[in-house]
T-cell receptor
């Protein structure tokens, strides 16, 4: 079956530090990949997505590249801000009629001023 | 403004009572979903519906029930059979079809059962 594995957290960084959050996946087909962000007390918002191998998704300074050879979709940001403090979820949606998302466990990012 | 509303934001119930969580969307989306979020466990799918009057069990459907009588509404009932109902519940919706359409999430309902 499908699965998404995220690195263990939480992660604490100082403002302007470089961020990498690892995500690897297992899927039977050719999935679409997503990063969602959840700010405290809120629902999830789509941060970025990629639909095929070598696609790069980007938004708000965050980037992730769909790497089929390593089955990875790592999230990066060159310089984090305090406002980036949130929980980040990696997810995949496999091809086919089933439209379900499979989520990773999420990782909490705290950014110190 | 289009979006998904969930009400109430906080809900408290006594053990043994059924409780229904509301989810409404005005995005004209065909598909709707219910997830449960627990600390350190990510999101787990409870039920989903791809079209009106049809729904399927997700990974953790036991102790829950849903209905989909209208396109814009997908209420979730947490029954007394659910062993550990205290959690944060998230509703989502998505455009129909097989494209890589994103799921849009509501703000969530935090249910506490004592």
């Amino acid at each position: 079956g499908n699965s998404v594995t995220q690195m263990e957290g939480p992660v604490t960084l100082s403002e302007e530090a470089f961020l990498t959050i690892n995500c690897t996946y297992t899927a039977t087909g050719y999935p679409s990949l997503f990063w969602y962000v959840q700010y405290p007390g809120e629902g999830l918002q789509l941060l970025l997505k990629a639909t095929k191998a070598d696609d790069k998704g980007s938004n708000k300074g965050f980037e992730a590249t769909y790497r089929k050879e390593t089955t990875s979709f790592h999230l990066e940001k060159g310089s984090v801000q305090v406002s980036d403090s949130a929980v980040y979820f990696c997810a995949l949606r496999d091809t086919g009629a089933n439209s379900k998302l499979t989520f990773g466990k999420g990782i909490t990012l705290s950014v110190r001023p | 403004d289009g979006g998904i509303t969930q009400s109430p934001k906080y809900l408290f119930r006594k053990e043994g009572q059924n409780v229904t969580l509301s989810c409404e969307q005005n995005l004209n989306h065909d598909a709707m979903y219910w997830y449960r979020q627990d600390p350190g466990q990510g999101l787990r799918l409870i039920y989903y519906s791809q079209i009106v009057n049809d729904f399927q069990k997700g990974d953790i459907a036991e102790g829950y029930s849903v209905s989909r009588e209208k396109k814009e509404s997908f209420p979730l009932t947490v029954t007394s059979a659910q062993k550990n109902p205290t959690a944060f519940y998230l509703c989502a919706s998505r455009k129909g079809g097989q494209g890589p359409y994103e799921q849009y999430f509501g703000p969530g309902t935090r249910l506490t059962v004592t």
